[in-house]
Every structure is written in C-alpha cells, then in structure tokens.
C-alpha cells in the first residue's frame, strides 16, 4: 500500500497521505516521495495547482511517536538528517511553482499543521482543527511551524499556539488569517476543486511569478521587493500571456489563458 498516493481530478493534482491506520501520522515514504511529486507536478503545463489532503477525512496527526522515541538512540547529527527529510518536503511546497493548496479534514497537528500551513492556500472544513503540541511531549515545533504562524499573526497569540499546544478551531485560525476558507464538513474537496478551476483560467507563467514574488516579500527590505517586481514585471510584460490579456481586455472580450497550459 502506498503511503503517498496520486488522484488527477481536473486540473488539480491531489496527493494524499495514505496512512488512515494512525491519522496519517508522517512516514518516511510520504514525506520522501512529496518533493518528486511536486517537481514532476510543477512541470505539468496541464496542472494548475496541487492539493495536499489526508486518507479518510484526517489531514494529519504529525510525527509518529514510535518512530521519533526510536531516534533517542540516534546522535544529533543523524537526527537532523531525518528531520531534513521533512524540511525537503517544506521547501518543495514553497518551490513548487503551481499553487499548493492544504485541503484540512478532521485535524491538521504537529508537524501535520506545518504542512498545512506551508501551502498557498488553505481550506478547512468547520469542524476541523489545527494543534501544534510539541511541547506536550517535550519537544520543540519544526517543519516551518513557527515561521508560518509568525508570518500571519502577533507574536503573542504564535507563543499561545505553541506553548500550550491546544487544539485551534479552524474557524479561529480563518479569524487570525492561517485559512483562507471555511467550507462545511465534507465539503472541502468540493471547495478546492472551485479554487482549481479558477487557477486554471489564469496564465501558469503570471501565477508561478505570482507565487515567486509572495514568497520573497517576506524576506526582502521594500527596495529589494521592487527590484524583484521590476525584473518580474518586465518578463511579464514581454510574454505571450500579456499579449492575450492586454488584448483581450482591449477587444472587451474575455483572455483564454488556457491556451498556454
């Protein structure tokens, strides 16, 4: 059985955690096999975004307590590697250049919230919730935990969510800005599809800078973010999706960017 498992639907690329037996904690296949997935979807002119979601409505319980007491035995060095086995997967959600969109069933906890929390886009069923509870177990968050929660809310309220590691409402997480969408139970494959189908009608190229520059935001002074918007509007300007659009917009007729995928 597959712990990482491919479904097209549409124009939108679902890979889902396959290990429904313990909540879809974490293995070494899913979490190996998530950046070749992700760079082979990335070069797939047809897909216009990916879905990350969780077998049998659980998005993710985190890091498998019995493999991680098993690391004890293992020098830190040799720890670090394992965990870099998980930052890959971080980096290669924020490399991809389709959008990455977390579709949270059930839970999303651990290191299973920083996966979530890395996509693009993130659409939560109501009933659902977000738990970052390392210390509960005496450990500390990773796989980009602190960094995500950081980048949309206060300081205050990330050192809450981490220190007491308590289950988050994902109506809550909507109202500090970690979901993008609420959607009722059962209804957030319906809800990402809708988001798919919309990516698809904008121009790959527009929507991978798009991504490209939102990422760099965070890091870049002001002055080094236009530098960044000059060179990227600048291609833009010069590609063939401008030229549909501009067009388009100057004929009052509807851009078909579909033609470019």
Known sequence: MSALLRDRRG???WLINNNPGARNAL???????????LEEAGRDPSIAAVALAGAEGFFCSG????????????DVAARIEAINLLHDAIRAIRACPKPVIAAVEGGAAGAGASIALACDLVVAERDAYFAVSYLRVGLTPDGGATSFLSEVMPRQMVNEIIMFGEKVPAARMHELGAVNQLTDPG????AVADLGARLFQTGPEALASAKR???AAADNSVSDQLDLEAEEMA????????????SAFLEKRKADFTRFR
Do not use: F, K, W
């Open 27 to 37: 293995t070494l296949d899913y979490t190996g096999g998530l950046p070749a997935a």
């Open 213 to 215: 520059l939102s990422l």
């Open 235 to 246: 291609e833009a300007q010069g590609g063939a999706e401008s030229g549909e659009g501009i």
């Open 63 to 74: 890091g498998d307590l019995n493999i991680l007491i098993e690391r004890r035995e293992m």
């Open 11 to 13: 124009p939108v690329l």
């Open 187 to 190: 209804m957030a494959p319906e």
